[in-house]
């Protein structure tokens, strides 16, 4: 079973609406979970750590889930600029990071 | 914030040839960096944790003679692609984490995009 599950999507979704993502993961010892954002052919950047009480930054929620395993990011009022691949990543021990394989994001005009 | 610079951005090398990709951190002490390779439309792939002053840990599958990591310094850590050949065409990323700020996630390079021809 893989560490990290993630829809790849894609997800093509109008200006101004609404989107969400999940992740779910399979080590209930992972520590800390992040959400990067990573435009095509370029490197991810990171986005939001994810907080166990969820945490807001503008548009852009995201929840953490421990007793399900998973975490979420929701996307309000969708921007152009948006449309991008969404990896949801997680930290267990260390230094040990596990990446989702990425959800693809189309906002459509 | 951290940041972290790598080079080159883009390599193109002949078959059997080797190639250096740059890691660093340029305003923190970084004594572990990351080497990742992505292929297009997957996920990142961790090839290899970079230890300073110490050998590398490698990933199940990554062989350690054809990817030779060396982090001599707190803050430089360098992949060697050696004897290159087109399958190892692919996005190359390094990653660091600025000590004791684990909620600050982890920072990339640029990237380096290797085509072998």
């Known amino acids: 079973r893989k560490e990290v599950e993630q829809d790849p999507g894609p997800f093509n979704v109008p200006e101004g609406a609404t989107v969400a993502f999940n992740c779910t993961y399979s080590n209930s010892a992972s520590q800390s979970f992040f959400w990067y954002r990573q435009d095509c052919r370029k490197e991810p950047k990171l986005l939001m750590s994810v907080y166990s009480s969820g945490n807001e930054d503008g548009r852009f929620t995201a929840q953490l889930n421990r007793a399900s395993q998973y975490i979420s990011l929701l996307i309000r009022d969708s921007k152009l600029s948006d449309s991008a691949t969404y990896l949801c990543v997680l930290q267990t021990g260390a230094n040990n990071l596990f990446f989702g394989t990425g959800t693809r994001l189309t906002v459509i005009p | 914030g951290a940041v972290v610079s790598q080079h080159p951005s883009r390599v193109i090398c002949k078959s059997g040839t080797s190639v250096k990709i740059e890691c660093r951190s340029l305003d923190f002490q970084a004594t572990t960096m990351f080497w990742y390779r992505q292929f297009p439309k997957k996920s990142l792939m961790l090839m290899a944790t970079?230890?300073?002053?110490?050998?590398?840990?490698?990933e199940q599958g990554v062989e350690k003679d054809k990817f030779l990591i060396n982090h001599a310094s707190l803050t430089l850590s360098t992949l060697t692609v050696t004897s290159a050949h087109p399958e190892d065409s692919s996005f190359y990323i390094c990653?660091?984490?600025?000590?004791?700020?684990?909620?600050?996630?982890?920072?990339f390079g640029s990237g380096t995009r290797l085509t072998v021809v």
């Open positions: 970079s230890n300073e002053g110490s050998k590398a840990t490698y």
């Open positions: 990653s660091a984490r600025e000590p004791g700020l684990p909620n600050y996630g982890y920072t």
